[in-house]
């Protein structure tokens, strides 16, 4: 069993950053796909970004791709999400998501992911 917990949410001005952070519990974090998803208000769970275990790679929604920025810390058990020149389209709960150990599949839809957090709001104001 994974537990993910989020932090670093807040209220923010167009054109600010603020950077979340996830916190995993278990001993094989290193093996296992993390990425973050956000839910509008009134909208659907969507996709912001991944990264994959096994080589690093990274997976970007267009709308945030040279904006947000996914890095993880191995030895701190903890995936990052940089979120610069935030606009008030991007406000919505964020969610960390983990998946099993060693997957292999598409980390760009929620079915991949076996675990979440609880959410942390990001409010950016116009």
């Given at each position: 069993q994974v ?15 603020l950077r ?66 935030l606009k ?39």
């Amino acid at each position: 069993q994974v537990q993910l917990v989020e932090s670093g949410g807040g209220l923010v001005q167009a054109g600010g950053s603020l950077r979340l952070s996830c916190a995993a519990s278990g001993r094989t974090f290193s093996r296992y796909n993390m990425g973050w998803f956000r839910q509008p208000p009134g909208k659907e769970r969507e996709f912001v970004a991944a990264i994959r275990w096994s080589d690093g790679s990274l997976y970007y929604e267009d709308s945030v791709k040279g904006r947000f920025t996914i890095s993880r810390d191995n030895a701190k058990n903890t995936v990052y999400l940089q979120m610069n020149s935030l606009k008030p389209e991007d406000t919505a709960v964020y969610y960390c998501a983990s998946t099993g150990t060693y997957y292999s599949g598409s980390l760009e839809t929620t079915r991949g992911y076996n675990y979440w957090g609880q959410g942390t709001q990001v409010t950016v104001s116009s």
